[in-house]
């Protein structure tokens, strides 16, 4: 059974900083992974998809990577700024299966 | 309307309640999801649809019921809940036939049973 873990659960850092949260999952038979922004109470935004053959998508002052063999992918946020402040969702989507794993989160604060 | 809709936003009930959460995808896709999420627990599959037929349901409860009518729309009835089913429930959908397709979400009902 895949299971996703993000570390760490909370981050708090001053704006400007650059950072990065960490997802990693058990099964590496995987179709993609995606990455998603989540506001209190709302729902998920997806930032970025990465395809199973792909090691890495960018938007913006996003970077995520992916390292199937390994089970991990990296979200990196370059100069962060306090609207960056959200929960931050990883999920694989497994060879054979069309629903999503989710982690548990990274709950992110940007401080002005 | 684009992307993906749900409604209501908010919904509070009794125990012995029946309601409907209802969601609308605007993006042409094939494949619709239930998704769960409680407090302190990871986001959870429900159910999943692919061109109107149940492919997957996650050992969920006979007291929650999907109802699937056509690729663009899906219903999921409540009757008899439970508070421990307080939870947001988002539906999602996605270009179902390609397993690298992206799943696109809605902003999420707000349950509340009392």
């Known amino acids: 059974k895949q299971e996703v873990t993000q570390i760490p659960a909370a981050l708090s850092v001053p704006e400007g900083e650059n950072l990065v949260l960490n997802c990693s999952f058990t099964?590496?038979?995987?179709?993609?992974l995606q990455w998603f922004r989540q506001d209190p109470g709302k729902g998920l935004t997806s930032l970025l998809l990465?395809?199973?053959?792909?090691r890495e998508q960018t938007s913006g002052r996003l970077n995520a990577s992916l390292d199937k063999s390994s089970g991990r992918s990296t979200l990196y946020i370059a100069a962060s700024q306090p609207g960056d402040s959200a929960t931050y969702l990883c999920?694989?989507?497994?060879?054979?299966?069309?629903?999503?794993?989710f982690g548990s989160g990274t709950r992110l604060q940007v401080q002005p | 309307e684009t992307g993906v809709t749900q409604t209501p936003r908010h919904l509070v009930m009794g125990m012995t309640n029946k309601k409907s959460l209802k969601c609308e995808q605007h993006?042409?896709?094939?494949?619709m999801y239930w998704y769960k999420q409680s407090a302190k627990k990871p986001l959870e599959l429900m159910f999943v649809?692919?061109?109107?037929?149940?492919?997957e349901n996650n050992s969920v409860p006979s007291r929650f019921s999907p109802e699937c009518p056509n690729s663009s729309h899906l219903f999921l009835h409540l009757h008899t809940l439970q508070p421990e089913d307080s939870a947001l429930y988002l539906c999602?959908?996605?270009?179902?036939?390609?397993?690298?397709?992206?799943?696109?979400f809605g902003p999420g009902t707000r349950l509340t049973v009392l």
């Open positions: 999602a959908s996605s270009q179902g036939a390609s397993g690298e397709s992206e799943q696109f």
């Open positions: 099964d590496s038979a995987i179709y993609n």
């Open positions: 990465i395809q199973s053959s792909q």
């Open positions: 999920a694989v989507r497994g060879a054979g299966r069309r629903a999503l794993t």
């Open positions: 993006l042409g896709h094939n494949a």
């Open positions: 649809y692919n061109f109107k037929e149940q492919t």
